[in-house]
């Protein structure tokens, strides 16, 4: 991996900023990710990500922190927060920007336990494949303290397979239609490919039952998102 996630994050918080970073995946074209975005504050957020940070309490994990906007939140609020990447860059950025505990470890490595821990724009990215799904959420499970939760969006993207007529296109041999290949780019390079994974709400609390976790929706998005609490 070049990093290429946190160098535009440095670059931005080093006031180096001329270009945004690049999306695509096997399904969609390519998108722009503005490089702002990642540096909101409260207020700027989506409402599933508010009502998120709303509900955390205690001991809390932010995976898959970025550059530490939930996580600045938080301790501003008073929580005990701790913040993991597996992007050197962006943890770098979270130290600078003051998060008191950020740690370049990937999920299935961290042992500590907590009350709340965090997964947001899109959450369930991190597990990749759907037949990953259990053994994250087995680990995810073990790190939780007795009355602990996680706190997860995702959304069901579905609906990138109807056709024009409302009919779908979906090849059902192809898999779960979550799963995607996503693409990155920044500054005309290109970082390798990874997995990325898209549930819909019916299928993780199916996936968090067989695991012996519940699983509620907290509320829909605007566009086929949703934030769900998993105790």
Not at 138 to 146: F, R
Request: charged share 25%; with cysteine; hydrophobic share 35%.
């Amino acid at each position: 991996m070049k990093d290429l996630f946190g160098k535009a994050l440095l670059d931005y918080h080093n006031g180096n900023y001329t270009e945004d970073l690049i999306t695509s995946t096997n399904i969609s074209e390519e998108d722009i990710l503005p490089l702002p975005y990642l540096f909101r504050t409260y207020s700027e957020m989506p409402k599933l990500e508010q009502k998120a940070l709303q509900l955390s309490q205690g001991n809390v994990l932010d995976v898959g922190c970025g550059g530490g906007s939930h996580s600045l939140w938080l301790q501003e609020k008073g929580l005990t927060v701790k913040a993991i990447d597996t992007s050197e860059g962006a943890i770098e950025v979270a130290e600078k920007r003051g998060i008191l505990n950020a740690e370049l470890k990937p999920l299935l490595e961290e042992t500590e336990t907590f009350d709340t821990i965090l997964l947001l724009m899109n959450g369930t990215g991190i597990f990749e494949e759907l037949s990953q799904v259990s053994n994250y959420l087995k680990h995810l499970k073990s790190l939780l303290s007795p009355k602990g939760q996680i706190l997860i969006d995702s959304s069901d993207i579905s609906y990138m397979y109807e056709d024009e007529d409302g009919g779908m296109w979906l090849d059902l041999n192809q898999g779960y239609p979550g799963e995607l290949d996503y693409f990155l780019s920044y500054r005309g390079e290109n970082e390798a490919p990874m997995k990325w994974l898209y549930l819909d709400f019916e299928t993780l609390k199916t996936a968090c039952l067989t695991v012996g976790l519940k699983c509620d929706k907290v509320m829909d998005g605007l566009h086929f998102d949703y934030l769900a609490r998993i105790y």
